[in-house]
Structure formats: C-alpha cells, structure tokens
Nanobody, 122 residues
C-alpha cells in the first residue's frame, strides 16, 4: 500500500521557521514526483512546491518563492519543505502529494498524505 506521511508541523511566531518532512514508500517516490500543497480554513487548496526525482528541477508558488525550499533525500525516501520567514498567511494544513506536475496549476495527483497543521502567530 502506498503511503505518504507528513511530520514537522506546529506553532511558530511570524518570522520563524519550520521544517516539514514527507516520508513515502520507495515505490511512491521512485515513480511519482512529490510536491506540497496547503489549505487554509475557508480557502481552496493551493500548490506550494514540487521537486523532480533527480532534485534538479523545482517549482514554487509565487507566494513562497525566496522563503520556502524543497529538497529530497532519495536514500531516505523523504522530501523536505524548509519554511523560513513565515507569515500568518502561511497558516494552513500542509499535505504532500505524489503524482505528475506540469506547472503550478496543472498537475495530476495519485496519492495524498494526511496533512500536518502549520500555525503562524502574529
């Protein structure tokens, strides 16, 4: 069974940092591109970032460029989202997702993680 498990969410003050991890089964990471999405209360889910299997190609939403960094450790089957300079508007449930990504608005998701809450206080 394919599984994606997120960890690392929590409460942080504005300007602070958090590091999210997405651990997947070996088959998941080898046959799917992994990305992150977030959904704030009352809002639609939005794309955050994605990274290719090789790690050579990354894609970010404009709202997080320069503040968030996505990376992967294939030996550990893990994708990391380092979030710096956090803002209250970054508060959301963050989920990792495995699938095919073509642009920030065009993707096909095969598997979702359960999500982890990130809360940024002002």
């Amino acid at each position: 069974q394919v599984q994606l498990v997120e960890s690392g969410g929590g409460l942080v003050q504005a300007g602070g940092s958090l590091r999210l991890s997405c651990a997947g089964s070996g088959r998941t990471l080898k046959t799917n591109t992994i990305g992150w999405f977030r959904q704030a209360p009352g809002k639609e889910r939005e794309f955050v970032a994605t990274i290719s299997w090789s790690g050579d190609n990354t894609l970010y939403a404009d709202s997080v460029k320069g503040r968030f960094t996505i990376s992967r450790d294939n030996a550990k089957n893990t994708v990391i989202l380092q979030m710096n300079s956090l803002k209250p508007e970054d508060t959301a449930v963050y989920s990792c997702a495995a699938g095919s990504y073509y642009s920030v608005t065009n993707y096909v998701i095969n598997y979702w993680g359960q999500g982890t809450q990130v809360t940024v206080s002002s």
